[in-house]
């Protein structure tokens, strides 16, 4: 069995997938990685399967040692990453490319930046850890799946499943040149300038949206919120002009991407980790081809929303698919 | 359950609610219980899941894989053939509680604002049918519907920062119990010893929608960490 050894945890790493599917009736949410489009990305550039086990890194990543080499690959927010050597040689490695890590390495991970929060990190084989309600991802609320139901801790070691060749040079760190098309990063049109206002998150009209009153309407449409720092993997809080809502008389159902607006008329938007249901309108719904942007969107950044249709929701959404599928084959002909 | 009496909505675009009317009785947790069973039956490509709530059923679909429009009128075909067959009356399930003292904090308050005597609230709660009307708020929490009137209590002004694992609750016209401890809004009037929620449990919650729920009363206290599964 190889293991990965913490060094030193970073701010919340986790185990994290796709997420576990299939127990909404028993109240269990589906978890799993937020920004699912880099983690998809990350496993298919070690040659995973895309709903691989990897860690999921926020704003500060990990400091972990590879007793065996292994191919890893870091995708979303860039976390500066560093392969130290056994023979103490400190190797700038970039994200979004496969890199070798050679034996008794250490991986070291600094903080999310210069845009984004969080990271995935694949290693090749995948992170071996039980299934449970069919996923392997970390409830941190419930206390159960990923790796001992918890974010990493120093001294932690994680397994991984199985071995992939190393490259010719094993002692030496390789980085594999690979380019992953703009449309399947968290930032679709490029890295935001400085200060720039990125474009607005597309939504779908939500089930309250007609009762609430027009002034709430048209200020959701019109005004740029800021993400506050209580974010967390539960949801992206908003700050703003608040949005008086309806009253409502029981709680519904919610799904990741569910824009709801509490008594404080500030906005949250859900995540993974959502409860199954919730008691606040929903005044909008992101658009799924945008949730990677919600969850790379950090404290301090500024977020706007426009209207979408459903086809044009669709639409879009299949045309990532098919650039997805076209880099997986280009992917699979290369290896 | 005449498909007319139902209506498809979508809540984003990975997403469609079945739902049959705004009522929260048993007559509509026995039609949700229904179509939720046979929607699962039915095993629609593209289907991830399938969650009922008090008068709704959400079906959450992989939008890589399903076309709404298509899944939409596959929804409407299941459950038009569910016209037909008798709606699934749900599972028994007593649960055993030790009402008030430590176990049951609000007991007395309760008492106090519906001007019955503690005894005469503990066989009220007792002897109502009561029926899940949704899995919801954290893994394996029941919101009970069928809270005698007489029973009926507003939440509390100021909710509790923690509320002990199995403590049973109730606001307004619903009973709810806790499956791990956190904070909580409803008056605690009892505890049960039963695990709602184990994940190495197939299915992980002991309640499911639909099903019927009668409270046993047993002497308390109920120890932390004492589960019966």
Known sequence: ?335 | MASSLLTIEPLGDACLVVRFGTGVDAVTSRAVAAATAALTAAALPGVVDIAPTFNTVAVVFDPHQADPRELSGAILADLQNLNSSAPNPGTLVEIPVAYGGDDGPDLAAVAAHTGLDSDEVVRLHTTADHVVGMIGFAPGFPYLIGLPAALSIPRRATPRTSVPAGSVAIAERQTGIYPRTGPGGWHVIGRTPRAMFDPRRDPPALLRAGDRVRFVPVTGPVRSGERIR
């Open chain 1, 1 to 335: 069995m190889r293991s990965i050894e913490v060094a030193a945890p970073g701010m919340l790493t986790t185990l994290q997938d796709l997420g576990r599917h299939g127990s909404r009736s028993s109240g269990v949410g589906p978890g799993g990685a937020v920004d699912t489009l880099s983690h998809r990305v990350a496993n298919l550039l070690v040659g995973n399967p895309a709903d691989a086990a990897a860690l999921e890194i926020t704003l500060l990543g990990p400091r972990l040692v590879f007793p065996q080499g292994a191919w890893v690959a870091i995708t979303g927010a860039a976390v500066g990453a560093v392969v130290v050597t056994a023979d103490g040689r400190s190797i700038p490695v970039p994200a979004w490319h496969p890199i070798w890590v050679p034996d008794r390495a250490t991986l070291v991970c600094g903080p999310c930046a210069p845009h984004g929060c969080r990271s995935s990190l694949a290693v090749a084989g995948g992170l071996d850890v039980p299934l449970i309600l069919g996923g392997r991802g970390t409830d941190l609320r419930s206390g159960f799946g990923g790796y001992q139901g918890r974010a990493l801790r120093a001294g932690d070691q994680i397994p991984v499943a199985s071995l992939r060749k190393p490259p010719a040079d094993r002692d030496g760190v390789v980085v594999v040149p690979r380019t992953v098309p703009p449309e399947l990063t968290p930032w679709p049109t490029g890295s935001p300038a400085d200060g720039a206002m990125p474009p607005p998150i597309r939504v779908l009209r939500g089930p309250e949206f007609e009762a609430f009153p027009a002034a709430s309407r048209e200020t959701f449409f019109s005004d740029t919120f800021v993400v506050t720092p209580d974010s967390d993997r539960s949801g992206c809080r908003l700050s703003g002009r608040a949005l008086p809502p309806p009253t409502m008389a029981l709680s519904e159902v919610v799904v990741a991407g569910t824009i709801q607006i509490p008594p404080s008329g500030q906005p949250i938007v859900l995540a993974a980790d959502h409860p199954v249901t919730g008691g606040y309108p929903r005044i909008a719904v992101v658009a799924t081809i945008d949730l990677p942007r919600i969850a790379q969107a950090s404290p301090g950044a500024p977020l706007s929303f426009v209207e979408i249709e459903h086809d044009d929701a669709q639409r879009r959404l299949r045309e990532r698919e098919r650039t997805l599928r076209r880099f997986t084959l280009g992917l699979e002909y290369l290896r």
